[in-house]
């Protein structure tokens, strides 16, 4: 499934947009402006498995060094520092990945 059939495309260039400048990632601030705050779990679902690219069930952190070019081609390379913040904000368990209930929650803390 395509990011545009789950989230408006304008929205995306917005999130993307924002954190243009390297270091400057804010995931919180990200999920909002994307629109996937508001989301249902379904569809906060479904962008989770776009963005699980080898389908393993799993955000491994080199998925979540890409994780912006799975919202938009344009997107930009997380930083190796962002994306351990990213990493380390979502991995409740400390299994060094992101699970689909640590994204879920994630995106609705
Ligand atoms: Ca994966
Ligand atoms: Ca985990």
New binding site residues.
């Given amino acids: 499934m395509a990011m545009t059939d789950l989230l408006k495309a304008e929205d995306i260039k917005k999130a993307l947009d924002a954190f243009a400048v390297a270091d400057s990632f804010d995931h919180r601030k990200f999920f909002e402006l994307v629109g996937m705050r508001a989301m249902e779990a379904d569809s906060v679902n479904k962008v989770f498995q776009a963005?699980?690219?080898?389908?393993?069930?799993?955000?491994?952190e080199?998925?979540l060094k890409f994780v912006l070019k799975g919202f938009s081609e344009e997107g930009r390379d997380l930083t190796d520092a962002e994306t351990k913040k990213f990493l380390d904000a979502a991995d409740k368990d400390g299994d060094g990945?992101i699970g689909m209930d640590e994204f879920q929650a994630l995106v609705h803390e």
């Fill in positions: 963005l699980d690219v080898d389908a393993s069930g799993y955000i491994e080199e998925e990945k």
